[in-house]
């Protein structure tokens, strides 16, 4: 019965009423995969799969012209007469016979030089001819992989949801998307409603293949998904290519096209080599088969991708519009080798389209009702591409997998295994899941949640928690309890949490926590438990100060509107001074003066404490907009995706009352305002500012202070935008008026890419502006230009920077070594 399943569903890939259908190969009988395949003057089109097949859905029979283009050979006419479905119809394409001519040899200037600025001049009027259309997107995903590993770091990779055969290769992912689409180019806008959606093996079936996320437009600049790659048809783009004319040829209409080979003046920049099919004439684009690197994207793990675009000419707007698009990708990480590749088609464009203003709203993407719940003769019928023999096994296979690893049974046996318990697991932790009830329960172990500082010594934690999801709509709750230990201070802390969160969507959440803990004098923990643990057991710097806190506190949040984010929390605490315990250190008693104390005032004093003990409550209610958010609507989840055009404004109202101390009570308010402004060939400009005022100055505990967060490392792993370089930790504070701004630009190539010799190298400039002032003390200002994108090959993870401080008339220098990640 099964083998009757499959040979029906193999039969039905290709058969469906009113299609055109076929094979594509070259002259030697290979298939030829990602082939244009449409109508002769007219939007309907597909294109061909990895065997050269081919589908094309008409309306009716009749007199048709069907045209077959594919970069590197002779675009085919076939002019056919349909009186019946399905229409068999085969072409053989002739590799292109590209001519350099007398003329392009003989001349003194580069005629691909002047071709490519008649393109650059052109981009405007060309766009301008599609600035408003509707289409039909269709996209696929195919990734595959070979000898995958068995295991890694000593976990089992299992066998990628059923794809993999004895040789562990197959394809690990396989999606689909038909959607409809909507563009306007002045102010830019897109909306997406996806029709149908598809994933080997899943049962939500929704697909990450966006059109927006796929659409690379090079008339451009810049390609942002590519890490804003510079378009080789950009306004500054003879800063980063050459040109060469390979020849010329006609394409089936009598248009002149000429391919051009895209040579990189450095092979570091963030830029693209291949060639581009143009117009002449016209001076647009007919196709495009380019590829980059990780190194220009900045994914080390990339080899290399490969765009190819192919555009047809649109009689009724004159004009070259897109077609046919694929990215092929081949990744190499860890063992791992996975390759694939995107292909996507568009069709059916309406170029004078209805748009009223609920046309775009800050929702781009929309689900229709049972979108992925489209069974195989729905697909069969809608898809422009056929599957292969190979992706119908796949789907075949996994969703027949599907049923059975759904199974009580199944999961059960699945568990058994993972949940052995193993010798490394009393140190390391240990999780026991219930994946049938989709629950599990931790252990936390100790050994990566040690630590160590002054006050407790070498110190550590370990723990039990518990998960559970209650459905597959975000709704689920877990709790936990933790116990730290100082072996110096011989101290137990014992902590206790419980969180639940209702949906995906609004993302409801409440939390309670309660216990003893130690958390640092600024709130905002400028210093990293690694930095301090290695400064003081190497250096004898132990920066950070801590003190002890006996609390409960519950909190609430929730997105009350779309990019308004609503938070509160109230937390009653008794919080006590701490001091040193032990002297321990790697480093000699000496080295750097020796410790200091745990008061952060004065940390020549350990005798005395930075504030007195006392109880007090907290009281914090706060806001986070994100202007102009736009958003995704899956099926069962929301997902922001913010507005590049618009800051992030946080705003928070702190109360600190019922204190021991009525002195101690204080109102603050707070604002925080940032931005990542994408300035596209020029690199990346990035700001944050914060503020914030008491209402009344009074003798409040030292922790409730506005502090600024300082930097006393050579190598610290904190966010750029939110300390200080050479500022010491604990030196500014207000009980009053408070301000700082964070600023940076990262150039990328656009400044160093045009000195010679260093253009080499490949480096990014990055210049940066820092200043912080509170009412009661005089302004500090930085001042820092640095070098990004240090290291080797595709590996660039370095950054320094030149730091230059002033306070008050006293200036200061120095070297920050940064991951630029951070």
Do not use: C
């Not at 290769?169 to 959607?179: P, V």
């Not at 219930?434 to 934690?461: C, D, E, H, I, W």
């Not at 004065?602 to 209610?621: C, E, K, R």
């Not at 050579?714 to 408070?738: A, R």
Request: glycine fraction near 6%; aromatic fraction near 16%; hydrophobic fraction near 35%.
């Amino acid at each position: 019965m099964k083998k009757i399943t499959f040979l029906f569903l193999l039969f039905t890939v290709f058969v469906s009423t009113a299609q055109i259908k076929g094979v594509i190969t070259d002259k030697n009988n290979e298939p030829l995969s990602s082939v244009s395949i449409y109508l002769d003057k007219t939007n309907t089109g597909t294109t061909s799969n990895d065997n050269g097949e081919y589908v094309l859905t008409l309306s009716k029979k009749g007199n048709y012209t069907v045209v077959f283009q594919f970069l590197g050979y002779e675009t085919l006419k076939k002019e056919v007469n349909i009186t019946s479905f399905p229409f068999e119809l085969n072409a053989i394409l002739e590799e292109e016979n590209v001519v350099l001519n007398e003329i392009s040899i003989s001349t003194k200037d580069n005629p691909a030089n002047a071709i490519i600025r008649n393109v650059i001049e052109n981009k405007e009027k060309n766009t301008d001819k599609y600035a408003n259309y509707t289409a039909k997107f269709y996209s696929r995903g195919l990734t595959k992989i070979k000898d995958a590993p068995e295991s890694f770091l000593g976990q089992s990779m299992g066998d990628f949801g059923g794809g993999l055969d004895s040789t562990r290769s197959g394809i690990i992912y396989l999606s689909e998307t038909f959607s409809n689409i909507s563009f306007q180019k002045n102010p830019k806008k897109f909306k997406e409603n996806i029709v149908a959606s598809k994933v080997s093996g899943q049962d939500n079936g929704v697909s990450f293949n966006r059109a927006e996320d796929s659409s690379i437009n090079l008339y451009e600049n810049s390609i942002a998904i590519f890490n804003n790659l510079i378009s080789p048809i950009s306004t500054n783009a003879f800063s980063y290519y050459n040109y060469k004319l390979e020849g010329t040829f006609y394409d089936t209409n009598g248009k002149l096209i000429n391919k051009i080979n895209i040579i990189p003046k450095r092979k570091g920049d963030r830029i693209f080599e291949g060639s581009l099919y143009i117009v002449e004439d016209d001076w647009a684009l007919y196709g495009a088969d380019v590829t980059t690197t990780g190194s220009q994207i900045n994914i080390p793990i990339v080899n290399s991708l490969t765009l190819k675009q192919s555009y047809g000419y649109s009689n009724e707007i004159n004009a070259w519009v897109l077609k046919t698009q694929t990215i092929d990708f081949d990744i190499e990480f860890f063992g791992f080798k996975p390759n694939g590749k995107f292909s996507y088609v568009y069709s059916d464009y309406n170029f004078q389209p209805n748009f009223t203003e609920k046309t775009f709203t800050n929702e781009v993407l929309t689900f229709e009702k049972n979108a992925t719940e489209k069974d195989s003769l729905y697909w069969n019928k809608l898809r422009p591409v056929p599957l292969t023999k190979e992706e119908t096994t796949d789907y075949y296979i996994k969703d027949s997998i599907k049923v059975v690893r759904k199974s009580k049974k199944y999961l059960d046996s699945v568990d058994a295994k993972g949940n052995k318990f193993k010798w490394s697991d009393p140190l390391m932790g240990y999780t026991h899941r219930n994946s049938y009830k989709n629950s599990s329960f931790s252990y936390n172990g100790p050994l990566l949640r040690t630590s160590f500082n002054t006050v407790q010594g070498f110190n550590t934690s370990a723990g039990f928690s518990y998960f559970e999801e209650i459905n597959e709509n975000g709704k689920w709750w877990n709790a936990g309890v933790n116990v730290n230990y100082g072996l110096s201070d011989e101290r137990v802390r014992p902590t206790f949490y419980f969180s639940k969160k209702w949906n995906n969507f609004s993302k409801p959440r409440l939390s309670i926590f309660g216990g003893v803990t130690t958390p640092q004098f600024n709130g905002r923990e400028p210093i990293l438990k690694l930095n301090n643990l290695f400064s003081s057991l190497l250096d004898r710097f132990n920066y950070m100060k801590i003190y002890e806190k006996q609390f409960a506190k519950v909190s609430y949040s929730e997105e009350i509107k779309n990019g308004i984010y609503f938070s509160s929390s109230l937390e009653y605490a008794k919080r006590n001074p701490l001091f040193n315990t032990t002297n321990y250190s790697f480093a000699p008693q000496d080295k750097n003066g020796g410790y200091t104390s745990n008061n952060p005032l004065d940390p020549t004093d350990f005798t005395n404490a930075a504030f007195y003990s006392h109880n007090i409550a907290i009281l914090n209610v706060g806001a986070t907009i994100v202007f102009g958010q736009k958003y995704l609507s899956y099926p069962n989840r929301k997902v922001s995706v913010g507005n590049a055009k618009f800051p992030t404004l946080n705003v928070q109202y702190t109360k600190s009352f019922a204190a021991s101390n009525a002195e101690l009570n204080s109102d603050l308010f707070t604002a925080n305002l940032r931005q990542n402004v994408n300035a596209g060939n020029y690199g990346q400009f990035e700001y944050n500012i914060r503020g914030g005022i008491f209402l009344k100055q009074k003798d409040i505990a030292f922790m409730d202070y506005l502090q600024a967060n300082g930097n006393q490392l050579t190598f610290p792993l904190d966010n750029q935008l939110t300390s200080f370089g050479l500022l010491e930790y604990y030196k500014f504070y207000t009980n009053d008026k408070y301000a700082e701004m964070h600023a940076q630009h990262n150039f990328k190539g656009a400044v160093l890419g045009k000195v010679p010799l260093l253009n080499k190298l490949n480096l990014h400039l990055v210049g940066g502006v820092k200043g912080l002032f509170m009412a009661d003390k005089k302004p500090y200002t930085e001042f820092s230009v640095g070098l990004d994108n240090i290291g080797f090959g595709k590996w660039r993870f370095l950054r320094v920077d030149y730091v230059h401080s002033n306070y008050g008339g006293v200036s200061n220098d120095g070297f920050l070594f940064r991951l630029s990640l951070f």
